[in-house]
Every structure is written in structure tokens, then in C-alpha cells.
């Protein structure tokens, strides 16, 4: 009895504004994913027997062999290039520190219909080769399978791997590989041996994140044709016309993602390496000299040409030869607008919540305060097609219950307001990536710490006073990397949009994407430039940013 009457003292305690508007916003995230899962305890339909008996089994294999092929490759390439940068010195290493991020700013559903072009019989690759002479076989270049989806997911997600790998390998190993050079031990050993059991919890932390944006992709694998859950849930929704079956495949599909989730705190939590000491040496790099040095570039350089210059430069040429018939006119500037202005107004409300739900969480500094902060990074973790049934069912409920209100304002007796207007697909943004805005805030606060806080609170100053005068000055640089990090996210983001736009409402993601399955191939040049623009400008802003707060 004593842990609830102290949980209890402790939000009376800090019973304000704050808590009273973190409490419904974690309710707000939360309600969506639990329509999702109660769908489970309903009777199914007489085209769930089909879906299940016909096609269930071909969703969840495709699936599995997806995230099994991207996550191998990506710890393959994400892992490798974080020791070469975080062990050794070479020509242009400090470019490629950085440069090697800039795939994420390229959506993998861009680089899909990209490759698929360049490699096709017309595209650029065959009919070089045939001006060269070369009759190349067609099944080499077969890019639209599962084979090519594994290869773009794992050029262009690869970065999640690299970047936490790469940080945690700077940081924290330090004293272990300089030990084992002493030792004698020869370099490939020294990362078979050491690096990569060290580096564990930081490269399944990364394959959590591949596996995720694999998983919730919508883009790639229809484009391709690959049969996933994603797909499943479009066709049983837009094809069948069926959004109770869809719904159902939906929370089979959440269960699926949270039994990863618990797989991989297991596999993390089964074997565990820590410092003997408080001190955490940093690593220093050895220098490649000579063809080794060269070698390590070349590779970088290869990983880079791959995975942005080559899509990318394709992308400016065919941008040179639409730029009239699709940047100069008054659609492209709509399309514009809506992307900035529906991103700017989601954005803005994560990071208000991100703000508030941290301070409480960290003023709270207990099991209440940490669930709160848990629930509010959920939804990162749910793929966008669920998150999209779980926001529509929850906003045709609303208008349900709202009908009498409706009626009495002269819009019928049972019509889809909310439901059909951009506050729907507002609500999903939110749900999704408030992860990324809260995360960027609780690092600021953690590095902030609670002495000045502590000492506001001691003058007299109140929780509101302390936060804007003490607080907020001290964590704008998270701020800033939390509002550009939620940002990018939102203008790349392609399933919610697709799902929940309003009737004649398109963003240049959905635009981008319709461009390319309509084999529009070089009209999506400039949408898909200007998204990829946007991201590469904010990881270079975030990792000026990063350094500056190492610094």
C-alpha cells in the first residue's frame, strides 16, 4: 500500500498546469493504438476467413524475409563504416563523418522509383552500356523485387546504424580497443572481437530503427510489388473496402511490432558491457597511411555514390527537363504550402507537448513521470498505416458521438466532419513523431541537470517562471535539433498523408509518390528534390548542432 499512497502524494505535489496537460496528451497518444488492439476481441468478418486462409501467410513471410535481409545489410554497412570513422584517420575522413548521414534525408519510396528508372531497359545504366558495346543480361538489373527492396532499404537506412554505432564507439570504447592494439591484436580482430560485441546494445538500438521504418514502408514495396502488411492493409482498406478486416490486420500487425520490441530488449538485456570505472575514454584513431588509407575512402566514397550522389544527380537532371511544366506553376507552390504549413503546425504542437511532458517527467522523477514520458514516445515505434486506422476509427467515433451537435448547427444528421478535415491527419502526425521532438528535449534536460532549477524554484520563482527564465535559455540547442529532426520527418512522411489527407489535399510526398506510380517518372524529380533538400539541410544543421553542445 505504500508504493500507490506515495505515487499519490507525489502527483498532489506536483498537481499543476503542466501535469493537467501532459496526462491527456499521453491519454491522446495512447487511445489510438488501444481501438487498434480491441479490434482483436471482436468478431471477424467473412473476408477475414479469406484474408486469413489466402494471404495471411504470404504478409507475414514477406515481412520477416524484409527486415531479416535489410537489418543484415545494414549492420553490415552501418557498422563497418562507424569503425572506419571512429578508429582510424584517412584522406576526407572528416567529410565523410557527416556526409555519410545524408541518406536519410533521401525517402526510400524516392529512391525506389529512382533506381528502378536508371537500371530499367531505357534507363541511363542499359544504354550506356550498350553505346559501349555491352549487351547486358535483363535479370541483372531486375531492381523490382525483394532483392531490390533490400537493397535500397539498406542504402538509404543504413545511417541509423552508422550514426549510434559511430557515437557510441567515439565515446565509450576507448580504453577496451586501445588495450587489445597493445595486445598486438590485428585490426580485423580488434572489431570482430571487441568493437562488435561492445557495440551491441548501440547496433540493436539501430536495427530497432531499420526494422521500424522497413516494416511501416508503403512506397518501396508497393512500388515494387512486394506483398508486406503495409501493402495488406492499403488493399484490404482501398481495395476491398474493408476497414474492419484492415483494422484486424492492423492490430495483428501492432502485436507483431511489440514482440519485436520485447525480442529485442531481451537479446539487449542478455548480455551486458560497462565500464569498471566511471571514466570513459574516448578512441583515439590510428592513421591509415598509404593504400590502406585510400582504400577506406574509396569504400566510404562507393557507400556515399550508392546511397545519395548517383539518385540524387539523376534527380537534378530530370528536375532540368520538367522544372517548367512542374516548379512554375500554381499547383507546385499549393503543394508547397500545404507540405510547410501542415508540418510547421504539427511540429509546433509536438515540441509544446514535448516540453511540457519533459519537464513534468523530470520535475516528477519517478515511475508516474517515466510512464508518462514512455506513452509519449509510442507511437514512433507503431508503423504510420496503423497508426492511420487507429486515428480514422477514433475520429469517426468523434463524429458519431458529435452528431446531435451536428444536426442542431444544420450539417445533417450523421456527417464526417473531423473526420474529413485536416485535424485528422494533423492528430496522426502528432501521435507519430512526437518520439522525435521528446527525445531531442529530455537530452537537453539531462545535460542540463537540476541544479539551476533547484535553485530557481528555492528563490520563489514558480514552475512556469523557472522554465522560461532558467530553463528554455539553457536547452535551445535541443530544442532547435528536436524542431528540426520533427520537421523533416513530417515533410517526408508518406503513408499518414496518403491514408488521412482531406478530399483534393496533397503534400509534395504524396504528390512525389502518385508521380511516380503513375511512371511520371521525371515530373517527381523537383518535389522529390525539394524533400531531399529540406533533410540534407537539417543534418548538417543538426550536426553543427551536435557538435556545438559536445563542444
Not at 471482436?42 to 484474408?51: K, Q, V
Not at 527492396?149 to 580504453?175: C, D, H, K, N
Not at 513523431?433 to 520563489?460: C, D, H, P, Q, V
Not at 515533410?491 to 506510380?517: I, S
Request: net charge positive; with cysteine; proline share 4%.
Amino acid at each position: 500500500m505504500q508504493q500507490p499512497a506515495k505515487l499519490l502524494r507525489d502527483i498532489q505535489k506536483h498537481s499543476n498546469g503542466w501535469l493537467w496537460i501532459s496526462l491527456p496528451a499521453a491519454v491522446f497518444i495512447l487511445l489510438p493504438i488501444a481501438v487498434i488492439l480491441v479490434s482483436l476481441f471482436g468478431a471477424p468478418n467473412e473476408n477475414w476467413s479469406h484474408i486469413k486462409q489466402y494471404m495471411l501467410q504470404d504478409y507475414v513471410l514477406q515481412s520477416v524475409w524484409l527486415v531479416l535481409g535489410t537489418g543484415f545489410f545494414t549492420v553490415l554497412i552501418g557498422a563497418s563504416l562507424a569503425w572506419l570513422i571512429a578508429a582510424y584517420d584517412f584522406p576526407m575522413k572528416a567529410f565523410f563523418r557527416w556526409a555519410l548521414m545524408l541518406p536519410l534525408a533521401v525517402p526510400p519510396y524516392i529512391a525506389a522509383y529512382t533506381y528502378s528508372n536508371m537500371l530499367s531497359y531505357t534507363g541511363v545504366v542499359q544504354k550506356t552500356l550498350r553505346s559501349l558495346g555491352v549487351s547486358p543480361n535483363q535479370a541483372w538489373f531486375d531492381i523490382m523485387s525483394m532483392k531490390g527492396a533490400i537493397f535500397i532499404f539498406t542504402m538509404f537506412l543504413y545511417p541509423y546504424v552508422y550514426m549510434i554505432t559511430r557515437s557510441f564507439l567515439e565515446r565509450q570504447s576507448g580504453a577496451y580497443i586501445e588495450n587489445a592494439r597493445l595486445l598486438g591484436r590485428k585490426p580485423l580482430a580488434v572489431f570482430v572481437r571487441i568493437a562488435l560485441p561492445l557495440s551491441r546494445p548501440a547496433i540493436a538500438g539501430g536495427l530497432t530503427l531499420v526494422a521500424f521504418e522497413a516494416l511501416s514502408d508503403y512506397g518501396v514495396v508497393n512500388y515494387f510489388g512486394i506483398q508486406t502488411f503495409s501493402t495488406a492493409i492499403f488493399t484490404t482498406w482501398f481495395g476491398m473496402y474493408d476497414i474492419e478486416s484492415a483494422t484486424r490486420l492492423a492490430a495483428w500487425f501492432l502485436v507483431g511490432v511489440i514482440g519485436l520490441m520485447i525480442l529485442e530488449r531481451f537479446l539487449r538485456g542478455q548480455r551486458r558491457f560497462s565500464a569498471t570505472t566511471s571514466k570513459s575514454n574516448p578512441l583515439v584513431p590510428a592513421r591509415l597511411k598509404g593504400l590502406s588509407g585510400w582504400a577506406a575512402a574509396a569504400f566510404c566514397v562507393l557507400v556515399l555514390a550508392l546511397s545519395f550522389l548517383v539518385p540524387v544527380a539523376q534527380l537534378f537532371v530530370w528536375a532540368g527537363w520538367t522544372y517548367a511544366d512542374v516548379m512554375l506553376t500554381a499547383d507546385f507552390r499549393r503543394l508547397t504550402y500545404n507540405t510547410v504549413s501542415v508540418a510547421l503546425l504539427a511540429t509546433a504542437i509536438i515540441m509544446l507537448l514535448a516540453v511540457i511532458v519533459g519537464n513534468v517527467s523530470r520535475l516528477m522523477n519517478n515511475r508516474f513521470g517515466y510512464a508518462i514520458a514512455k506513452i509519449m514516445t509510442t507511437g514512433y515505434s507503431v508503423p504510420g498505416a496503423i497508426i492511420a486506422i487507429g486515428v480514422l476509427a477514433l475520429f469517426v467515433r468523434l463524429d458519431a458521438s458529435l452528431a446531435p451537435l451536428y444536426g442542431w448547427i444544420g450539417k445533417g444528421e450523421a456527417p464526417l466532419v473531423l473526420s474529413m478535415s485536416l485535424a485528422m491527419l494533423v492528430a496522426a502526425y502528432i501521435i507519430r513523431f512526437t518520439a522525435t521532438g521528446y527525445n531531442s528535449i529530455e537530452a537537453g534536460f539531462e545535460k542540463m541537470g537540476m541544479k539551476y532549477t533547484e535553485a530557481s524554484r528555492m528563490l520563489g520563482a514558480g514552475m512556469t517562471r523557472t522554465f522560461f527564465k532558467v530553463d528554455l535559455p539553457l536547452i535551445k540547442g535541443s530544442l532547435l535539433s528536436g524542431v528540426i529532426l520533427t520537421f523533416v520527418e513530417i515533410v517526408k512522411e508518406l503513408p499518414l498523408a496518403l491514408l488521412l489527407r482531406p478530399f483534393n489535399f496533397d503534400t509534395l510526398a504524396t504528390k512525389a509518390y502518385q508521380y511516380g506510380t503513375d511512371e511520371r517518372i521525371f515530373s517527381a524529380a523537383v518535389p522529390s528534390l525539394f524533400i531531399i533538400g529540406v533533410g540534407a539541410i537539417s543534418i548538417v544543421i543538426f550536426d553543427h548542432v551536435g557538435k556545438r553542445v559536445v563542444q
